[in-house]
């Protein structure tokens, strides 16, 4: 047998885990050695998609379970659909996720993770706002009846590429 017939029967394609929503449902964690571009977690709703390096980041598979929450409050197919056609909606659930991220940080870790997820909001999820505006979204106080800023949302330049899946990217910062 060649080598490297013999080192891809040796090595599992991939690893699976549970983990649970709300203490109950159970959720699958698939983790896979290679992902496309720069994405490290994508949430399927029903199961999540990690890459194999992520899976120990606990606070990349706490991002990616939130968005999984997301989906079932969220009504399923109309949060998939949200996701990708409303900047606003897309905007309000993955600072979400990036603040449920950010909660399941080590605090010592936290700003360094705070830049991370700050960049990488406003570079990769089409959201329309800059860095700064993302940081302060990640920190602020929301109240419940707060709303994210949307004018700003809205009068951001429009952008041609199509919009992210759910997923939890990096940019070029990598950790
Ligand atoms: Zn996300």
Not at 52 to 62: C, E, F, G, K
Not at 84 to 100: D, I, N, P
Not at 149 to 156: G, H, I, Q, W
């Amino acid at each position: 047998m060649r080598p490297r017939a013999r080192r891809l029967l040796n090595r599992p394609a991939m690893k699976i885990s549970i983990e649970r929503l709300w203490g109950v449902l159970p959720v699958p964690v698939v983790a896979l050695d290679r992902m496309p571009a720069r994405l490290v977690g994508l949430s399927m709703g029903v199961f999540v998609v990690v890459r194999s390096d992520y899976l120990a980041d606990r606070p990349t598979i706490v991002h990616e379970l939130e968005h999984c929450k997301q989906f079932w409050r969220g009504g399923i197919v109309l949060h998939m659909v949200r996701y990708y056609a409303s900047r606003t909606y897309r905007l309000r659930v993955e600072v979400e996720a990036f603040r449920a991220e950010l909660a399941a940080c080590p605090p010592s870790l936290r700003r360094e993770r705070l830049d991370d997820a700050a960049r990488a909001l406003a570079g990769g999820y089409h959201v329309g706002l800059d860095v700064a505006a993302c940081r302060h979204l990640l920190t602020c106080t929301l109240r419940s009846d707060d709303s994210l800023p949307t004018s700003n949302v809205a009068s951001a330049r429009r952008s041609t590429s199509s919009p992210p899946v759910t997923a939890r990217s990096i940019d070029s910062t990598r950790r």
